[in-house]
Structure formats: C-alpha cells, structure tokens
Nanobody
C-alpha cells in the first residue's frame, strides 16, 4: 500500500508563492510516475505537473514559468513550487502516483494512489 501526504497549502494573496510537498510512504519501490493535480468544485480534476522515477518532468497546460516540480531523489518527497499565484490557482491540490512504466503525463486514469489534498486559496 502506498500513502501520499500533501502539505504546504494555504491562503495567500495574489502574487505570492507556495511550495507544496507530497511525501510518499509504504510500498513505494515500484512507483514510476508521481504527479500533481488540482480541482475546483464543479470541475474535473486537472493535471498540473509531475515526474517519473528518473526525474524527467511533465507539465500539463499550465504556465510553466510559474509552476516547477522537483524532488531530491527517487521515491522521495515531490514538490510543486507555484510562483506569482493568481486567484485562478485556487483549488484543492492532489498528489498522485502509479507504477506503470512508460510515458508519465496528466492522464488521470493511470494514477491509482491519491493523497487527501491540500487547499490553495489565492485572494486578489
């Protein structure tokens, strides 16, 4: 069993920054892809960014200059740095993982492990 615990969310003013963390634990040896997703009420969960086990990153249709995904080493905490936050970034941010090899992306169907989410609220 894999557990994912997100942290780092909060309420910030537009223009500020946040660094979200996703700490994996449990049987994590087979994890191949980890990703960040976000969701607002009434909308589908959308991909933001992620990494494969080799550290190669992917970004969904977001402003890459404001989002940066990183980690220290394989199977360690994955971070999502969000800069110049905008009210449209307000959402619950989720961490997810799966162990299917191949191309890592924002395709939600492959992700079988999900965290509980961390709320990001941006005020104007």
């Amino acid at each position: 069993q894999v557990q994912l615990v997100e942290s780092g969310g909060g309420s910030v003013q537009a223009g500020g920054s946040l660094k979200l963390s996703c700490a994996p634990s449990g049987y994590i040896g087979n994890i191949y892809c980890m990703g960040w997703f976000r969701q607002v009420p009434g909308k589908e969960r959308e991909g933001v960014a992620g990494l494969n086990r080799y550290g190669n990153s992917w970004y969904a249709d977001v402003e890459r200059g404001r989002f940066a995904v990183s980690r220290v080493n394989a199977n360690s905490t994955v971070y999502l740095q969000i800069s110049n936050l905008k009210p449209d970034d307000t959402a619950m941010y989720y961490c997810a993982a799966h162990d299917s090899s191949g191309y890592c992306s924002e395709y939600r169907g492959k992700y079988i492990h999900w965290g509980q989410g961390t709320q990001v609220t941006v005020s104007s």
